[in-house]
């Protein structure tokens, strides 16, 4: 079995790593080495939603929560004072020992095989992969191969009116590739992206910033690890100013944004400051952060500050922010714009539909943010190497993974700008915890080799143990109130948490807690009601699986669809309700409509 | 099969003097085309045309037809409405014609069914016609058609608008970890009053029994005192309209007469005599006073030209706690002493003289049946909800509850009150029909009459 796997960003590297580890031959090539594992954006792993995924891709076995946990230099659990299902772990990390621990965890990956090249071609033939082609006229033969190029097919930069090819800030994009993906017959979107401009820290005046110091202690993201990981840098809250507000609105002009010269649609979550400017014209601020990019160099992240304005008036914008009016810009900030996959071209394994093992994963397929590239890269990586031993395929679905929302939203509703995942997405998403990932998805991690026994077993214990606390709660009384209640019954009241909990018992419930352990266990415990009422919508969703919708269906004979609807469901063909509901624009009326008329269909039968 | 053009009576059959045929589908006009007769030969949407139709030029029988050019019908479609004679065999004969020009028969509801679908109409609305057909009072039909013509919808897309806005603003707050929330104390206001006004429209909907079936009025006094004269005053009276369900016992002459707009369903019952040893009478006696413990009110009758008796005061024993109006018929002929004795007897009652041979201050009779109805005349909520929508309500109610309460107390979990709103945005499509069991759309549907 031979896998190659083309880039060696977030999703490449999972890709990769996964194939290997599942016994593939896996070359992974990129067309830069020293930029394995780059990250071109904010130099942190994990947010709201995003630390969900890399809590998945850990219990899943994958690497990015053991590079982040090594290579972090504040941890952060943000949401901290709301409830289990949106706390979520983020960690600053130094770039460059980033890279560096990727690079190095890969070289020495048995079965894998990291090669600097430019792939000019994939070579096809009856509708099967068998290999790419590099630009130096090599050929390297491949029974899968997955595609995860990020944003360098023909990716453009834009500096205010300057413009010029690149995959990134200088480094080549890919041309070959993209037209030969184009002739493959790949439909492609055009996207934009941003990132904001690196100051020198010596220039800053930090004294006129909030200081936003790491959690204490820090908690780390990966179960693999067990050093203890310590917070070293404190990151810095700032706002902008009325002045640079006027900064902004007196040269739209020259941004390509607003004169138009980018066509590509950009992120509506990660907008520039000038789009933030214009959309809030009554806010007279917009907060921003100043992140370290490593221990050992002096580069600031000024994250908030995205833009394509020309350099000139990203300097006016900085002289006008107090503490940053002396800064000296070490890169200044620009906008990408690039092709993406429309991604409703592949199955739920992130294969192609059309061409057989190929497979597409990470910003390619339209997605932004590193997490969700690499949950996607490991997904693509397991299911080339499950085809290729005729297994059934891995596909995870809505309400037991957050990587399941993500992949089930492009693929079936495609993307119009580029993707990012909330937890507003997530119907199930009182369900689909941090603290609870290892008890969804740590199975299949076992399952395919990425987890091994002695860390499952590990941690299955820990499970127990909240397990078993919880029963305690139930079993042990308390008066509170002049009325006796359970510890269970009081957990479950909202000005209750676990540690006003263990006060009123007097003594410890549970030793040498976690913050893990808390989670769970107010988790279970609050959310119980609420859990069980969406079991019943989970049940309802697998009805509406069962109900096929037969393949020669004629949505010109149903009535009660509007055109475009009519349209997506000749394009898309569902095959059940619940699929032909998850595309873009299908209603729940429409469902029934459609409902209907299959069953007014066997009725005249 | 969508696609066909169905035809069906949208009348009952029965005696009376017109049927109404409907036809919708595309292949409406070329229908009216081949089987009415008429010059000119043109038909103008929405017009009556006097016509004939005919059946290979042989004239079956005298017709208005009105035809409604798509998409402004009922259903969306083109349609026709043919009035003929309710005669079933003409009926039947037309049909046939219709149906042998490519039309088939429409299933129960299905023209209402079309025009949910072609979204003249929301699902709130669609089952409104239904009971709007079925309407037992004016009071009740005017409500119903405040359904249709979208006021329960209203109220509950604005509170859909609010929920949503509410929504987005605890999204706001978990993905971007804002802490500001109190500032949207405006919405959670908004979405307070919109749960208010749902409480009122289920406590009200207590009364929609009420209104459809009639309140239940007993008609009690002895033997002779006037009752039924009393009965066919109410019958008679040009102030109601009468609709005749016979009574099935010899003991109760029951009649549903409206007042008002409302129904009231009056018992006139045997005359009440306990003299009479007969077993069967007593047996009848029983259950009179049964059926006046059951009603709603009672009219007690007594007789100014006669002594009181112990009929009279058995009659007061029962009807003691009931709403009642306490009435002294044939005051024209009245016996002063009587009077007195009477007066003295039910001292604090209120009671008036009446005639109704003379037409004597018979109004207090009306007066004291529309009294009756007065609370239930709530000027405030001008809609009725039927049984699955009451389910509804009641369980959106129970979210919003829940979500103003979580709201305001300040250690309120975010991602637990997103979960209510979600909810209850879901109870709202159900209630729409955006999103609906389709067990539930198919039955709301097949319980429409053919040719609804």
């Known amino acids: ?605 | 099969m969508n696609d066909d053009t169905i035809a069906a009576l949208s009348t009952p059959l029965g005696i009376a003097g017109i049927a109404l045929i409907r036809v919708s589908g595309k292949n409406t006009l070329s229908i009216i085309n081949n089987i009415v007769e008429r010059t000119p030969k043109k038909i103008i949407p929405k017009r009556a045309y006097h016509a004939f139709i005919v059946n290979e030029s042989k004239r079956v029988d005298e017709c208005v037809v009105t035809l409604y050019k798509k998409p402004n019908s009922y259903t969306g479609e083109d349609i026709a409405e043919i009035s003929i004679h309710s005669n079933p065999f003409i009926i039947e004969e037309v049909l046939e014609l219709i149906l042998r020009n490519n039309a088939r028969r429409a299933l129960p509801g299905e023209f209402t069914y079309r025009a949910f679908k072609n979204r003249k109409i929301d699902l709130i609305q669609a089952e409104s016609v239904n009971e709007l057909i079925n309407a037992n009072s004016k009071y009740y039909a005017s409500m119903k058609f405040g359904n249709l013509e979208g006021k329960l919808s209203e109220l509950i897309k604005k509170l859909r608008v609010n929920l949503i806005k509410l929504g987005i603003k605890i999204e706001t707050m978990i993905e971007f970890e804002e802490d500001q929330f109190l500032e949207e104390i405006d919405i959670i206001n908004e979405i307070q009053k919109s749960s208010n006004i749902i409480e009122k429209i289920l406590l009200n909907s207590r009364f929609t029994e009420v209104l459809n079936k009639g309140l239940s009025i007993v008609v009690a006094g002895k033997v002779n005192v006037g009752k039924s004269s009393l009965f066919n005053l109410l019958l008679m009276e040009d102030r109601s309209i009468i609709s005749h369900t016979p009574g099935t016992t010899r003991d109760f002459i029951r009649e549903r007469v409206y007042v008002n707009g409302l129904p009231f369903e009056i018992t006139d019952v045997a005359g009440i005599d306990n003299a009479i040893k007969d077993s069967v009478e007593q047996e009848g006696i029983k259950r009179t006073y049964e059926k006046i413990k059951k009603s709603d009110a009672v009219v007690f009758m007594l007789d100014a030209s006669r002594e009181l008796d112990e009929s009279d005061l058995k009659i007061f024993e029962t009807i003691k706690g009931k709403q009642r109006l306490i009435v002294i018929n044939k005051i024209d002929i009245a016996n002063r002493n009587i009077l007195k004795k009477i007066r003295s007897n039910f001292e604090k009652e209120k009671i008036y003289e009446i005639s109704i041979k003379e037409n004597i201050n018979i109004d207090v009779v009306f007066s004291f049946l529309k009294g009756l109805t007065n609370n239930i005349k709530n000027r405030d909520i001008n809609f009725i909800v039927n049984q699955r929508q009451k389910d509804l309500l009641k369980r959106l109610e129970a979210f919003l509850r829940s979500l103003v309460k979580m709201s305001k107390t300040k250690k309120s979990n975010a991602e637990i009150i997103a979960e209510e709103i979600r909810g209850a945005i879901k109870i709202i499509a159900e209630l729409t029909g955006d999103i609906s069991n389709d067990e539930i759309l198919n039955g709301i549907f097949s319980k429409f009459c053919v040719g609804k």
């Open chain 1, 1 to 605: 079995m031979k896998v190659v796997v083309i880039g060696a960003g977030h999703a490449g590297i999972e890709a990769a790593y996964a194939a290997s580890k599942m016994g593939a031959k896996t070359t992974l090539v990129t067309i830069h080495l020293e930029s394995i594992a780059q990250m071109s954006c904010n130099p942190s792993i994990g947010g709201i939603a995003k630390g969900h995924l890399v809590k998945e891709i850990d219990a899943m076995g994958g690497i990015m929560s053991r590079a982040a946990d090594s290579t972090g230099i504040h941890f952060k659990i943000l949401n901290r004072s709301k409830g289990p299902a949106v706390r979520a772990t983020r960690t600053q990390n130094d770039k460059v020992k980033y890279r560096d621990f990727m690079k190095n965890f890969l070289e020495k990956c048995e079965n894998l095989r990291v090669y600097q090249s430019i792939v000019s071609e994939i070579i096809i033939k009856n509708e099967k992969v068998k290999g790419v082609r590099f630009v130096e006229g090599n050929e390297i033969m491949a029974d899968a191969v997955i595609i995860a190029c990020g944003t360098f097919l023909n990716g453009k930069i834009y500096i205010g009116n300057t413009t010029y090819n690149a995959g990134r800030s200088n480094e080549p994009s890919s041309t070959h590739l993209a037209e030969n993906i184009k002739d493959l017959g790949f439909k492609t979107i055009r996207l934009k992206t941003g990132t904001p401009m690196r100051l020198h820290s010596d220039s800053i005046d930090w004294e006129k910033f909030e200081p936003q110091p790491g959690d204490d202690p820090p908690v780390p993201f990966s179960i693999f690890t067990e050093f203890k990981v310590k917070n070293r840098i404190t990151c810095y809250l700032g706002y902008t100013t009325p002045k640079v507000k006027e900064v902004i609105n007196d040269n739209l002009d020259l941004s390509p944004l607003f004169s138009g010269k980018i066509d590509g649609i950009g992120p509506r979550y990660c907008p520039s400051i000038e789009d933030k400017i214009v959309k809030f014209p009554n806010r007279e601020r917009h907060h921003f952060y100043l992140e370290p990019e490593g221990l050992n160099n002096k580069e600031i992240y000024a994250n908030g500050l995205s833009s394509s304005l020309p350099v000139h008036i990203q300097e006016e914008i900085l002289k006008s922010i107090p503490g940053l009016d002396k800064s000296v810009m070490m890169r200044p900030a620009y906008a990408i714009e690039y092709d993406a996959i429309v991604p409703t071209q592949l199955n739920h394994k992130l294969e192609s539909k059309k061409i057989d093992n190929l497979y597409f994963a990470g910003q390619v397929n339209g997605t932004s943010g590193y997490e969700e590239a690499a949950s996607q890269g490991l997904i693509a990586g397991i299911n080339a190497v499950l085809k290729l031993k005729n297994k059934d395929p891995f596909i995870l679905r809505r309400d037991e993974a957050y990587t399941g929302v993500l992949i089930d939203d492009i693929v079936t509703k495609g993307v119009d700008e580029p993707y990012r995942l909330f937890t507003s997405r997530a119907e199930f998403r009182l369900q689909l915890r941090e603290d609870n990932a290892f008890e969804r998805v740590s199975g299949y991690g076992l399952k395919f080799g990425l987890l091994n026994n002695k860390l499952f077993a590990k941690e299955m214990r820990k499970l127990k143990k909240r397990k078993d606390a919880i029963n305690k709660l139930k079993e042990t009384k308390l008066k509170f109130r002049d009325r006796t209640y359970t510890l269970y019954h009081l957990l479950k009241m909202p000005e209750i948490d676990f540690d006003k909990l263990e006060e009123l018992n007097g003594s410890k419930i549970l030793k040498d807690k976690t913050f893990t352990d808390v989670s769970y266990i107010e988790a279970n415990v609050k959310y119980e009601g609420y859990i069980k009422i969406q079991n019943d919508e989970v049940k309802r969703m697998e009805k509406l699986e069962k109900i096929k919708i037969p393949e020669h269906v004629d949505y010109l004979k149903i009535d009660g669809l509007s055109t475009e609807v009519r349209q997506k469901l000749i394009k898309n063909r569902p095959s059940n309700l619940s699929d032909a509901l998850k595309i873009s624009g299908v209603t729940p009326a429409a469902i029934n409509a459609i409902s209907i008329y299959l069953t007014l269909k066997t009725r005249s039968l």
